[in-house]
């Protein structure tokens, strides 16, 4: 792994970044958030389930992870995008 920050704010600011992409970048950051939000919930509900709920809300919860995994990756794929380690218009 390099020291190289796709997310640094630098990275972000000294280039000439198209504004759709800007706005794919921005809308993916906010997606992976509410999902980071809902793992967070799922967690806290699986935690304090009781026994016969429990294995119900695992389920939830690992599906909360899968979702915010899926929202990260993509949140990933448009930060290289805009840091020039991928062509902005290549198919995601």
């Given at each position: 792994m390099s020291d190289y920050d796709v997310f640094?704010?630098?990275?972000?600011?000294?280039?000439?970044?198209?504004a759709?992409?800007?706005?794919?970048?921005?809308?993916?950051y906010s997606?992976?958030?509410?999902?980071?939000?809902?793992?967070?919930?799922?967690?806290e509900r699986w935690?304090?389930?009781?026994?016969?709920?429990?294995?119900?809300?695992?389920?939830?919860?690992r599906a909360a992870l899968d979702r915010e995994?899926?929202?990260a990756i993509e949140l990933c794929g448009w930060a290289e995008?805009?840091?020039g380690?991928?062509?902005p218009h290549a198919a995601m």
């Open positions: 640094a704010p630098t990275t972000v600011l000294s280039q000439d970044v198209p759709w992409l800007m706005r794919e970048y921005l809308d993916s997606a992976w958030r509410d999902e980071s939000a809902d793992v967070q919930g799922a967690y935690a304090a389930s009781q026994d016969a709920d429990a294995a119900t809300a695992f389920v939830a919860y995994e899926r929202a995008r805009i840091s380690r991928k062509d």
